[in-house]
């Protein structure tokens, strides 16, 4: 195994994890954004979060787990 | 494979009067799926339901980069199977090993297979053809407002019942174990000052925030050890009727305060310990190939006299063991979340079947745990102490009544083994699982010395998303009871309304406040009273969501496939009728709730106290308690049949009249996204990725440049 397949392996394993973490959904939501207009104007992170996580307070549904 | 999976069924089912490998029966579970993912999904992808690649699912078509969005099918799998799996799994298989291995193991699989499987995939595949419509919303649309109101109540009731029986698993394995209760209670610190982390110092940076908890939650659990040696070991020694009390008020706290604050940093971290755990049992389990000491059928399954649960194998194992073979509350993930994120419909059977199979193999390494520690040990941990009595001696002499052998020292040094003052009757399921866990771990990794260690960590990563559900639950009973509620006095609908959402979630923490606390003192024993009407009402739901299939597949002219999930509505039916019909009427008082009414009110007419009764209190708490249960018994059946008669009138009249049909499907618009269908993309997939100019993870296809106005 080289260094490369190293590398690329671990860059899979990096973006596995951020997606199913929810980690790139900022990132995803800025894409979208710039795709329908590069001029758009998009939250910070911090205010992206923040109505993501109190989103899941107006509808407890979604996410929800099961037993 | 088929070689694989059928010796080592004929292993299972041959081998009589020997220890057998649990290699056996990993190779019969392992082998069946991958037969029936071969070739029964794909009848149903394919035959059925006709899943075309070419229709544009929801989050295509209405993508806005957050709640719908076409997410990769690999990273919705992970998503999926997260929200599918949870306690349910590992408590079932764990109560139903009391028949012995092979009955829990054949339903299992058959029953995922059959059942549990089509109905997650089937349900998957109509919402997502609704845009993600709920299981609710469908029955409404599609059946009509009685079946669809019935199904509301149903699931509101049946999530009161979860909620209790969970947080009853809980408190069973908590009550006198100072070094559990400390490292639960330490969980709370944690997630608090992850949700600050999230919300204020770094926003968004999920997998460094959960490391570091994951990292706390370890060292919570080693304190542990050292608080209970210590002396504030008698602080964190609580009984079970204060730990309800902790629960109830921990409930409704957890439930009003900030999503941000609590639930979802608990939520990260319950996930993070919940796919390691089970990656690492598979790996344990796999290494370590423990025999099973438990006989393939106990005479349990046929006398119906089982001490963990009164009843026959048919209909109760089928109750028993809901998640892991069939599990209603998967139609409400299905319906939902997942159905928004789905690339293709072709996906669904590798997610909504493939998730599902996953499941039930979490389940299968559950029924091993139990099964591999002794039987004589398994028993007197999972008999109600009206049973087995509360000393080692009168447990030994118990056990030896319903057939098996275990010395009072044993079973104090099994105690000593994982340092808790007593293994007896801690019903749930939890305390057995980890046992069997501690044993697996530390015959792989730091051998006796390391079992204790081993024992709270799989206590903590049960509590943990027990906890992390009873807060989620708590908050799904309230939205729906606000939603209820908004009909009569507007106002309750608003979620920024605190008297609303204070009263709603009083309502709903004091429902299953009350069935805990019943639980706990319930001279028959909690579990063994309510364990099997959690079952079947999540059997009940199970078939809400088969009936809801059943009448899509019938109105959208695909009745000659309909027995695809015709029967094992038929089946679930079956076992849930008389599961009730023996919980309301059969005479004997180990079964029928009203029987055990009866022979308690009796008593307490002609002042005697009956066993295991201590005191007349005792004897009108059996009273109370028989009763409430037989209506709720009762109220389930009532319920099934409702959404039974009225999906079978909504059936006959599609078949009777085929033009009248009106069905509720998103309309088709043809799809631009290529992606592949399965885990491993085929040949031909790979080259048309490549055609369209996308990663393997799929995407819009790129137009070549003087064709590009469409976009």
């Known amino acids: ?67 | 494979m088929a070689l694989v999976g059928a010796i080592g069924w004929a292993t299972l089912a041959l081998s009589r009067g020997e220890e057998v490998s649990a290699a056996w029966m990993l190779a019969a579970a392992l082998g069946s799926y991958a037969i029936a993912y071969r070739f029964y999904s794909r009848f149903i992808a394919n035959r059925v339901l006709k899943a075309d690649k070419n229709r544009a699912t929801p989050a295509e078509r209405l993508d806005n980069g957050v709640d719908f969005h076409p997410t990769d099918r690999r990273v919705l799998f992970g998503h999926h199977f997260a929200a599918i799996a949870g306690a349910g799994p590992l408590v079932g298989p764990v109560l139903a090993a009391q028949m012995g291995y092979l009955p829990g193991t054949i339903w299992l699989v058959v029953g995922v297979i059959f059942a549990g499987a089509v109905q997650d995939m089937v349900t998957l595949f109509f919402s997502t053809r609704r845009n993600g419509r709920s299981l609710g919303q469908m029955a409404r649309d599609e059946i009509g407002p009685v079946g669809g109101i019935a199904a509301l109540v149903a699931v509101f009731i049946i999530m009161i019942i979860l909620l209790a029986v969970l947080a009853l698993v809980i408190v069973n394995a908590l009550a006198h174990s100072p070094w559990g209760v400390f490292s639960i209670g330490m969980t709370i610190p944690i997630a608090l000052f992850m949700g600050v982390y999230l919300r204020i110092l770094r926003p968004g940076r999920v997998s460094e925030v959960s490391v570091i908890g994951v990292a706390l939650l370890l060292l919570a659990i080693v304190a542990g050890g050292w608080v209970a040696e210590s002396s504030w070991a008698d602080f964190f020694t609580l009984e079970p009727g204060t730990l309800v009390i902790w629960m109830v008020v921990y409930g409704f706290l957890a439930s009003v305060l900030p999503v941000w604050l609590l639930l979802a940093p608990r939520d990260y971290l319950s996930t993070f310990m919940k796919v390691g755990t089970i990656a690492l049992l598979a790996v344990g389990v796999v290494v370590a190939l423990p025999t099973l000491k438990m006989p393939s059928v106990t005479d349990f399954a046929t006398n119906g006299q089982g001490p963990v649960f009164a009843g026959s194998m048919f209909p109760f194992v089928f109750i028993t063991i809901a998640c892991g073979a069939l599990s209603g509350f998967h139609s409400l993930v299905s319906s939902g979340t997942t159905p928004k994120m789905v690339q293709k419909e072709t996906q669904i059977r590798m997610i909504g079947y493939g998730a599902m199979l996953t499941e039930s193999f979490v389940a299968i390494m559950a029924m091993i745990t139990a099964c591999i520690i002794d039987p004589g040990l398994y028993f007197a941990i999972n008999a109600p102490v009206g049973v087995i009595g509360d000393s080692v001696q009168s447990a030994s002499q118990a056990v030896a009544g319903f057939g098996f052998t275990i010395t009072p020292d044993a079973l104090a040094q099994a105690a000593k083994d994982v340092e808790e003052a007593s293994l007896l009757s801690r019903t749930g399921g939890a305390p057995t699982f980890a046992l069997g866990m501690s044993e697996i771990f530390s015959a792989v990794i730091g051998g006796t010395a390391m079992k204790a260690f081993w024992y709270h960590f799989a206590i903590m990563f049960e509590a943990l998303f027990i906890l992390t559900t009873v807060d989620a639950g708590t908050r799904v009973g309230r939205f729906m009871l606000q939603d209820m509620l908004g009909n009569a006095y507007k106002p309750f609908r608003e979620v920024s309304w605190k008297p609303g959402v204070w009263f709603a979630s009083a309502v709903v923490v004091g429902g299953w406040g009350y069935f805990l606390w019943v639980g706990v003192h319930d001279p028959l024993g909690g579990i063994n009273q309510l364990f099997p009407l959690f079952g079947i009402a999540n059997q009940l739901l199970a078939a809400v969501a088969l009936a809801v299939c059943t009448v899509l597949l019938v109105k959208s002219g695909r009745l000659k496939w309909a027995w695809v999930t015709a029967v094992p509505l038929a089946w679930d039916v079956a076992v849930t009728l008389t599961a009730s019909w023996q919980k309301i009427f059969s005479d004997d008082v180990k079964v029928g709730f009203f029987a055990q009414r009866d022979k308690y009110q009796a008593g307490i007419d002609a002042g005697e106290v009956l066993a295991p009764a201590k005191s007349m209190d005792d004897m009108r708490t059996v009273v109370t308690n028989s009763t409430v249960d037989g209506v709720l018994s009762a109220l389930f059946a009532l319920l099934i049949i409702v959404v039974l008669v009225d999906a079978g009138r909504v059936c006959y009249k599609a078949i009777r009249d085929p033009e009248s049909v009106k069905l509720h499907e998103a309309p088709y618009v043809e799809s631009r996204l290529v992606a592949p269908a399965s885990l491993f993309a085929t040949k031909e997939e790979k080259a048309e990725l490549r055609a369209a100019g996308v990663g393997p993870e799929g995407g819009i296809r790129k137009e070549p440049v003087e064709t590009g106005s469409r976009t």
């Not at chain 1, 929810?22 to 109505?51: I, L, N």
């Open chain 1, 1 to 67: 195994m080289t260094v490369a397949d190293v590398r690329r392996v671990a860059g899979r394993i990096r973006w596995y994890v951020r997606e199913l973490t929810g980690e790139s959904t900022y990132d995803r939501y800025v894409a979208h954004a710039r795709a329908h207009d590069p001029e758009a104007r998009v939250m910070t992170r911090r205010a992206f979060e923040r109505s993501r996580t109190d989103a899941r307070e107006a509808d407890p549904r979604e996410g929800f787990r099961c037993c």
